[in-house]
């Protein structure tokens, strides 16, 4: 079990740019798959993205292709969720959640983080 938290939400208008990091402790990277996923008021979970255990992205939905961004540093132990072209419909609380795999539901993966709001608005 890690405990992972996530940070650098926050308010931006559109077309903005923010990064999230979502820091791991108890564990290292090279041993877990990390999923970014978020969740909008009134709506289902959704995933996002998946960087393996071996550093490789192994998904990423068609709702953010082209404008999200899943990353790593092993040294920070942190995972990064790049996002770009910021849209009011990306307002959600966003979480990352760790797992042997990205091959497993997200919505079932083991550990989670307290989740950081992301706000897209003029």
């Known amino acids: 079990q890690v405990q992972l938290v996530e940070s650098g939400g926050g308010l931006v208008q559109p077309g903005g740019s923010l990064r999230l990091s979502c820091v791991v402790s108890?564990?290292?990277?090279?041993?877990?798959?990390i999923a970014w996923l978020r969740q909008a008021p009134g709506k289902e979970r959704e995933g996002l993205s998946c960087?393996?255990?071996?550093?490789?992205?192994?998904y990423t939905a068609n709702s953010v292709k082209g404008r999200f961004a899943i990353s790593r540093d092993t040294t920070q132990n942190t995972v990064y969720l790049q996002m770009n072209n910021l849209k009011p419909d990306d307002t959600a609380v966003y979480y990352c959640?760790?797992?042997?795999?990205?091959?497993?539901?997200?919505?079932?993966?083991?550990?989670w983080g307290q989740g950081t709001q992301v706000t897209v608005s003029s």
């Open positions: 960087i393996s255990s071996e550093g490789f992205p192994q």
């Open positions: 108890g564990g290292k990277l090279e041993d877990y798959a």
């Open positions: 959640a760790a797992d042997v795999w990205c091959g497993r539901p997200f919505n079932s993966f083991e550990d």
